[in-house]
């Protein structure tokens, strides 16, 4: 399983792949099914945090991708309110969806309120 974060692409083996961008199906959500965050890395990280937090009798594995968690993340991002948000483009955009996760995740974890969702990047 391949999923991407900024420009580089984690697989499964544990490398990873610097390059340009390229688009694929797993990126699409008329492909997938699924908003963008839930093939990011680091969104998808905080979106497990918190499905964890919400559905505590529910296994939700903390090092491995599960795949079959795909529709329970997508309810998450609808639930955390960040569906309208598009996908980071420039390196300024990609900075501003760092920091914002890396927040998000960090309030998850410590049970703090979550932050303001931005309108945009």
Known sequence: MEYTDL???FVS???DHQGGHQQ???EN?????HHW???S???RDA????LRQM???????AWTHAEHLDDHLDDMVTSLGLQHLPKPQTIRQRMAYLKFIGNLGSAITRGAPLPEVPSCW
């Open 7 to 9: 420009n580089m692409t």
């Open 29 to 33: 959500p008329a492909v997938t099914g």
């Open 24 to 26: 694929d199906a797993s």
């Open 47 to 50: 979106l497990k945090s918190k």
């Open 13 to 15: 083996d544990g490398t």
């Open 37 to 39: 965050m839930v093939n």
């Open 55 to 61: 559905q505590p009798t529910m296994k939700v594995p």
């Open 41 to 43: 890395y680091y969104g």
